[in-house]
């Protein structure tokens, strides 16, 4: 079974090829560099012994896809990260993320319907959520109006794959991530943000190490038990694996709908403080941080209810919050 890959030499995208070739797939990855290094592609090699198939075009650039899918007639499976994702970014450059990540999209899709390529993985995210009403959230929660053009790309993006389902022989599944964060066990791949990180773990990691002053706690306010904002963070490994269970169950045709929709978290909560406590009791060190007002954007609290990729896809988060922030502190002491 061949996999396409898209942003495979991205954050999710990296751990997602090496379960992918360790589960015994071919894959061939398509990525533009745009948020990610080469030298990636040498230590998915490195973990696994097998170098998967690449290329560099972007997506959005319809000759370029229509002349990979020509030429490449084999693929059984897509799964599809490749997309800008920087929330702040998006709010200033809007045309940028939607042309960017929604053509991508459209033309992948479309070359699906050529090639007769039946499954689509989606990477979706609980940002569609917004603040939800009940919690843990699930699935048939209502979607809310996106707080960025970078949000709005991912809901849009559902409505697109669909209304494409239902109006051709595509199958899909989105998954709805909460906030991925960790690396490896090998330290070899993790999440490497370009300039100031905006996410909280790399944030800290980077601050443990002396490239960041302080880490700014956006927040002590909320109505939470220490004050501060609440995720379901999740270990990329094991992100990573619910996908390949997800393009398997396509392959298979074990999926019960056309378009299906699973929450992917571990659906615990924890604060911002709480992963501070959590960083700090792995690492054994104290970590400079200040409390300061709320971020814009933020919402107070948000954690999955994971029943139904439980039951139906038979996946579970594994690993815990010190499992994540140990290992995202590996591969930050593997940068230097
Ligand atoms: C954000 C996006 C989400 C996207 C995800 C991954 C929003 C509303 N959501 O999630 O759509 O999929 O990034 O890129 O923007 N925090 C600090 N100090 C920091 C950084 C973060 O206190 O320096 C806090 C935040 O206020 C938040 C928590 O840490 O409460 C997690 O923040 P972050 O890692 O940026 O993820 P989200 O904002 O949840």
Redesign the pocket.
């Known amino acids: 079974m061949k996999i396409l890959v898209t942003g495979g030499l991205g954050y999710i995208g990296s751990h997602t090829v090496v379960e992918l070739q360790s589960a015994g797939f071919d894959v061939v990855i398509i990525d533009n560099l745009s948020n990610s290094k080469i030298e990636v592609l040498d230590k998915i090699t490195q973990i696994t012994g097998i170098k998967p198939g690449y290329f560099n075009f972007d997506l959005s650039n319809k000759t370029a896809c229509e002349e990979f899918f020509s030429n490449n007639n084999n693929i059984d499976g897509i799964i599809h990260f490749a997309a800008y994702?920087?929330?702040g970014e998006s709010v200033n450059k809007p045309l940028m993320y939607y042309r960017n990540n929604l053509e991508s999209l459209m033309n992948i899709m479309d070359n699906m319907n050529i090639h007769n390529i039946a499954n689509l993985v989606f990477s979706s995210?609980?940002?569609v959520y917004g603040q939800p009403d009940v919690l843990p959230v699930t699935e048939q929660a209502p979607r809310k109006q996106a707080?960025?053009p970078?949000?709005n790309t991912?809901k849009m993006a559902e409505d697109i794959i669909q209304d494409t389902v239902y109006s051709s022989d595509l199958k899909a599944i989105a998954l709805r991530?909460f906030?991925?964060v960790g690396a490896h066990p090998t330290a070899l791949i993790g999440e490497l943000p370009l300039g100031v990180?905006?996410?909280?773990?790399p944030?800290i990691t980077q601050t443990a190490a002396g490239i960041r002053e302080q880490?700014?706690?956006?927040?002590e306010d909320y109505d939470t038990a220490d004050g501060?904002?609440?995720?379901d963070y999740i270990h990329v490994v094991d992100l990573a694996k619910a996908h390949i269970i997800a393009v398997k169950r396509l392959v298979e045709k074990n999926n019960k709908l056309d378009y299906e929709i699973f929450n992917i978290g571990t659906g615990n909560g924890y604060s911002?403080l709480e992963?501070v406590k959590s960083f700090e009791r792995v690492t054994n060190t104290k970590l400079n941080y200040k409390i300061v007002g709320?971020?814009e954007?933020?919402?107070e609290k948000v954690w999955a209810n994971t029943d139904f990729a439980n039951n139906e896809l038979g996946w579970k988060a594994e690993k815990d919050i010190d499992e994540m922030t140990a290992s995202a502190w590996k591969f930050q002491l593997a940068l230097k």
Not at 215 to 219: I, K, R
Not at 228 to 231: F, L
Request: glycine share 8%; proline share 6%.
């Open positions: 994702k920087a929330v995210s609980c940002t707080e960025s970078y949000g991912k991530y906030n991925p990180p905006n996410n909280l773990m944030f880490l700014s706690v956006f927040g501060t904002a609440i995720r911002v992963v709320r971020r954007g933020d919402i």
